[in-house]
């Protein structure tokens, strides 16, 4: 679903992100990128939706190689791929169904699609009695589940993380965790960025860990060390 | 397709609300760069009409020296007329001195000094001419001949002062298209660093609309016709005030004596109409440009 070969990422002159990396995740698998920050986790997430271009190497996703994808069509392979940030990205002046209707409204899906995707996502989330809630009346751990739902709400292939429960408390995480998982299990791949011990140990999946930019260890249900 | 259009118009409003000082800084430049555009349309026009008319009427003037004989003035009548290929000898007129000295009184009327050195006695008669030819050389062959004969104190060409009136037209028209033009290109920046604004106070949407794979002309279009509906309100309030501009100058221009010129300066209104309709194109064009590119400015990120 997911392979880097040789991939790496320059910033400015000499700031080395990523340097030679290279993995293959298949379809359905739930990985974990680890390391502290600036390891470069965030950097092959985002070399993932192409919000940046290697200086080398090829990034293929859903077999494209998406590099030489041109300009035009990246909105396209976007519509692939879900993204979910530590600070979650919703918008402020929109409801809890706004924000979601949003993503399935910008890539011109029609009203009636609109209205029967958002409930079903809102109601997989646990947010179905919240719809019309601004995201300044929810507490952290809801508003990282709205914008999970706006992610997931177009069914992508791959669902990207970046720190998702770097904002929140122990429990709430769990449960954010757990949504991640059930979302795994309709057949998404899961790629989650993640310096958070407790999450990772607590799922055992596989684990590709970074350090400086570099690939220092990929293992199959794996711990942080 | 029909969400597509009402999310654009939806977009469109509320970001034009949002901005309402800007965007009203932004109409009012172009609203008076595209008066000016248009004023330049109108006095061109004015200066063309005046020419056609100065062009048809009388081309020159033979004046007699006021002692000058019956025999000298009978010579030169019969001189002037024995080229009817040349000049129109139907029109041909002779004002004597009384006649001379009412049309002095008449074009003097705001030089009393000058009038007051004229007397009926002292001032020279005329013979108004109106040459046949439209060629300008031979015209002026002709009234150096005429310059000869005995009796002739001077003679004048209109195409003299044409030439005056056509220069200061031609350099009229340079200095308001200049004008226009840059004041053009100053609504493109207001207009351009409008939509920059109204762009980067949604940075936020526009990031998340690009990750969940909205593409880059979804996103601009609304922005664009912002754009375009300012640079159009300009050109409506432009219109509106080149409407009231031309009603003003031609009342102004009506109460002047018919036959003296000055009232082919007044501007038909078709031609006011079509001048409206292309500075309402102009706003257009110039509206969506300039917003054209700040938003792909700001989407290359």
Known sequence: ?225 | MFSRIGYAIRETWASFRRNLTLTAAAILTSAVSLLLVGTTFLIQRAFENLLVQWRGDVEMIVFVRSDASAEQITLIDSVLRASPTIIDVSKLKYLNKTESYEEAKRIFVGDPVTLSLLTPESIPTQFKVVPLSDDPTLVRSLSDQYRTLPGVEAVALAEDEFQVISTLSNFIRVVTLVMSLVLLVVAVGLIWNTIRTAMFARRREIEVMKLVGATNWFIRVPFMLEGLLQGLLGGVVSCGGLWALNSAWSSGVASFKPGTGISSLIVPSSYLTSVMLILLGIGAVVGAVGSAIAATRFLDV
Do not use: C
Request: net charge neutral.
């Open chain 1, 1 to 225: 679903m997911i392979r880097l070969d040789n991939v790496t990422k320059i910033y400015g002159k000499d700031t080395v992100a990523v340097r030679e990396a290279s993995f293959d995740i298949p379809k359905g698998e739930f990985v974990f990128m680890v390391g502290p920050s600036g390891s470069g986790k965030s950097t092959l997430l985002r070399l993932m939706n192409r919000q940046e271009q290697p200086e080398h190497g090829d990034v293929w996703v859903a077999g494209r190689n998406i590099n030489e994808m041109p300009a035009s069509r990246v909105p396209y392979l976007r519509r692939t791929l879900g993204n979910v940030f530590q600070d979650y990205k919703l918008l402020l002046n929109k409801t809890v169904f706004e924000n979601v209707a949003f993503a399935l409204e910008v890539i011109g899906k029609p009203r009636h699609v609109i209205e029967r995707q958002v409930p079903l996502v809102l109601d997989l989330v646990g947010l179905a009695g919240k719809r019309e809630r601004f995201p300044e009346q929810l507490s952290g751990g809801e508003q990282q589940r709205v914008s999970i739902a706006r992610a997931f709400v177009n069914r992508p292939l791959i669902l990207l993380a970046d720190e998702p429960t770097g904002n929140l408390d122990p429990t709430t995480s769990e449960g954010i965790m757990g949504l991640l998982n059930e979302i795994n299990e309709t057949g998404t791949t899961v790629v989650m960025a993640t310096h958070d011990h407790r999450v990772v140990n607590a799922m055992r999946r596989r684990v590709i860990q970074l350090d400086n930019g570099v690939i220092v260890r990929d293992q199959e249900r794996g711990v942080y060390e």
